[in-house]
């Protein structure tokens, strides 16, 4: 059971990168999906996640209004659009699919993770 992060990339301050989370061996429509973020020497950080019950989503605050999490479950994906992009939004991005009856905002405990993709933003 594996969740593959597509490549991040370089981008520049105020500009967008759509990051996917592709689920290999398993289906991802019974699973709450999350995304969270690490900066070296820093804590992990959850951005957005997606409850598997109602699709409801939830962003972290510094986020909000510029980050977007979808479902596409024809594809078993799930993507984290990202508008205006800010410098401080540099980090490794990490995808995260969990079964649980909780709601997803604060949970931090999730069963598979992916393997992280970098994301670089220049300012």
């Known amino acids: 059971l594996q969740l593959v992060e597509s490549e991040g990339g370089l981008v520049q301050s105020g500009g967008s990168l759509r990051l996917s989370c592709a689920a290999s061996?398993?289906?991802?429509?019974?699973?709450?999906v999350g995304w969270f973020r690490q900066v070296p020497g820093k804590e992990r950080e959850g951005v957005s996640c997606?409850?598997?019950?109602?699709?409801?989503?939830f962003h972290t605050d510094s986020v909000k209004g510029r980050f977007t999490i979808t479902r596409d479950r024809a594809k078993n994906t799930v993507y984290l659009e990202m508008n205006s992009l800010k410098p401080e939004d540099t980090a490794t991005y990490y995808c995260?699919?969990?079964?649980?009856?909780?709601?997803?905002?604060?949970?931090?405990?999730?069963?598979?993770w992916g393997q992280g993709t970098q994301v670089t933003v220049s300012s």
């Open positions: 995260a699919a969990t079964y649980t009856e909780y709601n997803c905002s604060g949970l931090s405990h999730y069963d598979y």
């Open positions: 061996g398993f289906t991802l429509d019974p699973y709450t």
């Open positions: 997606i409850n598997r019950n109602d699709g409801s989503t």
